[in-house]
């Protein structure tokens, strides 16, 4: 597994953040290798104050993470994208 990470200063307050990740083929839970990217726009306009829009998981619509072998049942990993604030007072 490995997995690689970007972040930058853009002008303006705006960061833009990305990070890929891979997981080579598990045997064991029979399951396939996978990747992962997930990013993150943010723009802090004061030093209290950061708006975000983050994407996870933006490869695919769902991905295994890992199986349970006595069900036999993979969970999956939807994509997901959402707004966060975050005020620091």
Partial sequence: QF????????PKKFELDAALFYTGK???QLLPGSARLDTRLGWRPTEQIELSVVG?????????????QELNTP???KRKV???LIWRF
Avoid at 3 to 10: A, K, P, T
Avoid at 56 to 68: D, G, I, T
């Fill in 75 to 77: 969970t999956q990993d």
């Fill in 82 to 84: 959402f707004a966060k």
């Fill in 26 to 28: 598990r045997e064991a």
């Fill in 3 to 10: 997995q690689m990470r970007s972040e930058l200063n853009l």
């Fill in 56 to 68: 996870q998981n933006l490869l695919v619509p769902r991905r295994y993470e890992f199986a349970r």
